[in-house]
């Protein structure tokens, strides 16, 4: 018998607290929506999970280990069986500048996903579970190629992650619902700088519309580093997401069967940054990012200069979980779309769901036929944000192959071994 529990707690930080997501010239000003952290916990003879989805662009894997070593500590848990994700809103606090005030919620944070956790455990009931796949087309590929040189824009004539998936779980005794998991790509950056307002994007209001169906409702990214969404820049274009989301929700049938296979996934191991070795291209990608972002770059650059021909290297997990049919797997990283395509295609199941934004926060893993087309997200995103999260430089070419293949084998091998 299988038992679980799905419980939210309101982690709304106090105004005035800066943004991250996008740079903005004044913190947080005004609440426009609630922004939670869900707590997912399923157990099954001797295994048990802890999935935490918490509204936040991303929390630095530093932060997200102390984290899971507070629940671990608290509920006996192993650290491997604790996975973080991420819903990656623009429009959530700041965790990582240091200033007093963000210390302070990360404090409270920090108890408040200890206490979650829990009462998650506290209240687990024996419980049964759907999977239902649809298609939404809410997302563009945002990298338009410009002679050569990707640029923001839209990419046209290529097929982007359309795949919707949702695992909707209730109580096997009055089969009350008691947590929905939607997993989609389509970056939650619709508000953009002009905003000033706390929110969970168009997760928020997806949640509103179907607050009637549940009351824990959270939305997990897969490949979307490489996506925006088609409609952005106004509060409108929030509901116009939520708006296909929730009729695509609405022609779903959930049929509700018994959790006969779980699996819990987990791998760590280094990986490997490109090396800097060219002066002109170090300083080229400077200036670059100090006229463009408009932020002193002299950090990073001297970094780069003092590592000059050195391998760098990332703590890396790959982090998941198997129920029935339906898998997720993460990783610390935005990842491309088309990563998750490939590991579905390859594995000939299109409930096979890889996305990002699990268990920390590094940066941008382009797939490895786009380095050629550099671009942000390849070489000015660990510039900008480099000497912060730890991703001085692109992931090698190799290294972004090898994940898809090592993700792959840990789905084969159930994570034996491996």
Partial sequence: MTIGSVQKININPPLGIEFIGYHRDKPISEILHDIYAISYYIKSSQKEMLFISIDNVGLLKEFSDEIRNRISEATNIEIGNIILNFSHTHSGPATADGKEITIKYNKELVNKLVDISIKCIETAQPIEISWNLDEIEVSDNRREIVNGIATMGIRKDVRVDNRIAYLSIRSKSDKKNLG?????????????????????????????????ESANIAIVQLGTGNLNPKWRGSVNDLNTIADKVER???????????IESFEIYYKKYDINLMKISDMDKLNERAKYASEVWELNTEKWKDAMISRMNETLSLEFEISGFKLNNGIF???PFEPFYEMSLEIKNLLGNDLILFGGYTNGYYGYLPYETEYQFSGYEVDINPVVYGPLTGLWMPVTIEESKNVADNVIKIIKNNGVNY
């Fill in 180 to 212: 929905l998991l939607i997993f989609m790509s389509s970056h939650p950056n619709i508000l953009k700088s002009d905003s000033f307002v706390l929110s969970n994007d168009y997760i928020s209001v997806v949640r509103e519309k179907l607050s009637n």
């Fill in 248 to 258: 695509s929700f609405r022609t779903q049938e959930f049929i509700y069967e018994d």
């Fill in 329 to 331: 797997m993460g990783i």
